[in-house]
């Protein structure tokens, strides 16, 4: 339940201000809604990608409300963070996956799966166009079409190569199960191929060269996986090789790791350069051949070439085909990402929402929007509201913005009546009219910028729960909105609270049993404990027992026996 104790906080600095004489606070006029209908057919939710976002979504929506179909190529949920340590042996593939038909076992009544990729979005006809890889139709295809009152697109992103001649043909990716199960086997083919007799040094040091492209959490989390299985298991499997093995991170920015705290990164950069991983920064990769990297140096301009055995490629996001074409549909051209609004709605699209990786929530800042609020609510253009006036205004800034309310919630009543008595100024008591630039000023001093959420499971998940969380009370908020007032298109107030991210902080594994971590609160820890703490979270965020017990007992079989280096 949202509560509104913004208000509450609000009337009573109202009160303290102005001596009592407080106006009654009054809801101001909800939409009409529909009668909702006893016998009316349930409508049809259709979900698009078993990914963070989509299964998130699925459990916490209440299936017996609606008519649920979902629609994704795999028919499971991969746990992604641990795809690194998959590359490596570290923790199998079937640890880190859960059927989707297992996970909605208990929904099964209201929730139909169909394993088929959705390849056109028709918004205007309310229908999707989907094929299984199965041909089921009399002419041997499999497509079909489906149709929906509600799409939620939860497709997530695919690679972005940035149309880097070469990347595609030689390079592998890391973004799906399969991904990591093929650089395992590359990895072992690579160091089988270099033990063979016949060859020469130089071949080896080319076959043993393991390059990462792209220095974010995915590609230093890949390379520090290399490292240690490297050290603890094949330096003993192939002692003859392992003077020529070499691990280099490419990275276009001046720092790898550089979404997080420039002390994790300092810690990443000092620990890999002990270990012997190489760090290259400031360099772009301009062409990959069979046998060569090249990279453009961005200080000097000048291209380098280096030979390898195997390259990853992880530089970065980019769109699905099925989100381009859909975008275009709906004239969001040039963008990496469907835009919605805060409520999760696709942007000039009636019924669709889209979370997760495909998505970008568009962000205004903070001020602008109070601005907003402030400037409809002053409807004679005075410069000044009433306290009615003005306590309307707060209450819907609270609804947009909790840490606005989190900010009058943890001040003393002191600072409050303050506050509000420098925004009243010398207007008399009676008149009870606020000056509306000393009240902005005084509440800018928020947090004046809502930071635009990053493409990670986390908001993907929170997202899928928020949305849930709406559809869930779709009816009663109806009559009863619990959002802020519009600011455009009608008059009364949003059904909902708009979608707000909450960062709970991220990990980056180092290998060695160390590992670092950003909390909130601008609390940075690294080291072995924080590894410690990176198991307990990874353990604790299984989506089932069956893979926290399958992942735990991997950890646990890495401890004793080592990784499996068969190549199967
Ligand atoms: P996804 O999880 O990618 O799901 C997309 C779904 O859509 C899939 O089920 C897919 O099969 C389906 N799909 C694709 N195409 C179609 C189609 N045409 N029709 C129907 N269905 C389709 N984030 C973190 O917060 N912490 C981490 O530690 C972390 N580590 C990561 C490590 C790796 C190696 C990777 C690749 C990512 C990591 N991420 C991490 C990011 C995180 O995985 C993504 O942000 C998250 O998966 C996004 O969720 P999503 O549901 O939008 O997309």
């Given at each position: 339940?949202?509560?509104?104790?913004?208000?509450?906080?609000?009337?009573?600095?109202?009160?303290?201000?102005?001596?009592?004489?407080?106006?009654?606070?009054?809801?101001?006029a909800a939409e009409s809604a529909p009668e909702p209908s006893q016998n009316a057919p349930k409508k049809k939710v259709l979900v698009l990608g078993t990914g963070w976002a989509g299964t998130?979504?699925?459990k916490n929506l209440d299936c017996s409300q609606y008519e649920v179909k979902v629609i994704s190529p795999r028919n499971y949920f991969a746990f992604t963070p641990l795809l690194p340590s998959v590359t490596c042996g570290t923790v199998e593939p079937r640890s880190i996956i859960e059927p989707i038909r297992r996970m909605f076992e208990k929904k099964s009544k209201d929730v139909t799966f169909y394993e088929a990729e959705c390849f056109k979005i028709d918004a205007s006809k309310k229908t999707v166009h989907c094929r299984s890889a199965v041909g089921t139709n009399l002419d041997g295809n499999g497509d079909f079409l489906l149709d929906y009152d509600y799409l939620v697109v939860a497709l997530g992103a695919t690679v972005n190569t940035f149309n880097t001649p070469g990347v595609l043909e030689h390079c592998h990716f890391l973004k799906e199960v399969e991904d990591a199960q093929k650089i395992r086997r590359s990895v072992i083919d690579c160091f089988e191929k270099a033990s063979l007799p016949n060859i020469s040094e130089e071949e080896k040091r080319k076959t043993l060269h393991f390059v990462v492209i792209g220095g974010g959490p995915t590609g230093v989390e890949f390379a520090a996986e290399l490292h240690d299985f490297l050290v603890e298991d094949l330096v003993k499997l192939y002692p003859a090789i392992q003077e020529f093995v070499k691990i280099t991170i490419i990275q276009s920015g001046e720092h790898i790791l550089n979404m997080f705290d420039e002390r994790i990164a300092a810690f990443a950069e000092e620990k890999f350069q002990r270990d012997g991983i190489e760090v290259a920064t400031g360099f772009r990769v301009v062409r990959v051949s069979d046998d060569l990297i090249t990279m453009k140096s961005k200080s000097?301009?000048?291209?380098?070439?280096?030979?390898y055995g195997l390259a990853v490629w992880s530089a970065g996001i980019g769109t699905r085909p099925v989100i381009m074409d859909f975008m275009q549909q709906i004239g969001q051209t040039n963008r990496r990402a469907l835009a919605t609004n805060e409520w999760l709605r696709v942007r000039e699209c009636e019924s669709v929402y889209a979370i997760g990786d495909c998505a970008t929530v568009s962000q205004r800042k903070i001020m602008d929007d109070i601005s907003m609020v402030f400037k409809m609510a002053d409807k004679d253009n005075s410069g000044t509201l009433t306290l009615k006036e003005i306590y309307d205004v707060l209450e819907d800034i609270c609804l947009r913005y909790p840490q606005v309310e989190l900010y009058m919630k943890s001040m003393h009543m002191l600072d409050i009546a303050d506050l509000i008595k420098g925004a009243i100024g010398d207007a008399h008591k009676e008149s009870m009219v606020v000056n509306i630039e000393e009240f902005k000023k005084a509440l800018s001093h928020v947090d004046s910028q809502v930071k635009s959420a990053p493409a990670t499971a986390q908001v993907a998940s929170q997202q899928g729960n928020y949305l849930a969380e709406c559809f869930n009370k779709m009816d009663k908020c109806k009559e009863q909105p619990e959002g802020p007032l519009r600011m455009t298109g009608g008059s009364g107030r949003h059904f909902f609270r708009p979608f707000r991210y909450k960062h709970l902080g991220q990990f980056a594994p180092l290998g060695g049993e160390q590992a670092a971590a950003e909390l909130p609160g601008d609390w940075v820890s690294m080291g072995h404990s924080t590894q410690w703490l990176w198991y307990s979270v990874y353990a604790s965020k299984q989506v089932s027992w069956r893979t926290r017990v399958l992942v735990v007992s991997d950890w646990t079989r890495r401890f004793v026996f080592g990784r499996d280096s068969s190549r199967i």
């Open positions: 339940g949202i509560g509104r104790p913004g208000v509450s906080t609000a009337a009573l600095l109202l009160t303290a201000a102005s001596g009592g004489g407080l106006v009654a606070y009054a809801d101001s998130s979504f699925l000097v301009g000048e291209e380098v070439s280096v030979p």
